[in-house]
């Protein structure tokens, strides 16, 4: 339903119809009706080469703001959060990187649903790959959230809000500890990250 490269190809069986997915060489934003079978595939399958696939073209179209929206308003972005948790490190990291891309619109912020469990993720023992796509996330909700308010406004956070989870004590502890982190990339990112 969309251009492939030959070597990105996945052919994908569901309902009876053969479905072409790329794994991210779509140069073009997506139309609904793409994003939306995007997402059903995400949901509908435990492919991990499927739902990878899937994350990788999500992830990359939402580099373009008009799919951050149709993303966003086609429910998507509880759908690639769940793969956060997915215990296969690549679909992990796939779901970062897209959730990092969708981080950079401040209406979508607003939308990201993590329980306390991602902090998790902030651990010194978390792979480089995991924590530095942790910490991009948190760098661009971070740069967001300064462009938008002043200085001299301290922001309030309702409980239980992905805000309040990552400007909590908490996030703060591990961030703190990350500095001291025994990879040169990680302690970078993190001093990149501005203070909240």
Not at 102 to 126: A, C, R, T, W
């Amino acid at each position: 339903f969309y251009k492939l490269s030959s070597r990105n190809r996945v052919l994908t069986s569901g309902l009876g119809l053969r479905k072409d997915l790329t794994s991210g060489s779509y140069d073009d934003t997506l139309n609904t009706e793409q994003v939306q079978k995007l997402l059903y595939l995400l949901e509908s399958t435990e492919d991990p080469v499927i739902i990878e696939r899937a994350l990788v073209t999500l992830g990359n179209n939402a580099a373009f703001s008009a799919n951050q929206i149709v993303i966003r308003e086609l429910g998507g972005i509880p759908i690639v959060g769940s793969k956060i948790n997915n215990p296969n490190q690549s679909i992990k990291e796939k779901a970062l990187n897209a959730m990092n891309n969708l981080s950079v619109n401040v209406e979508n912020q607003i939308k990201i649903k993590v329980d306390s469990s991602f902090l998790s993720l902030l651990d010194g023992h978390v792979p480089k790959e995991i924590l530095l796509r942790v910490l991009t996330l948190l760098q661009n909700i971070t740069d967001c959230l300064n462009e938008e308010r002043s200085v001299a406004t301290q922001p309030t956070f309702p409980a239980g809000s992905l805000f309040s989870l990552l400007y909590g004590k908490e996030c703060a502890q591990k961030m703190k500890a990350l500095v001291h982190h025994h990879d040169a990339d990680v302690k970078e990112k993190v001093t990149m990250i501005p203070k909240f």
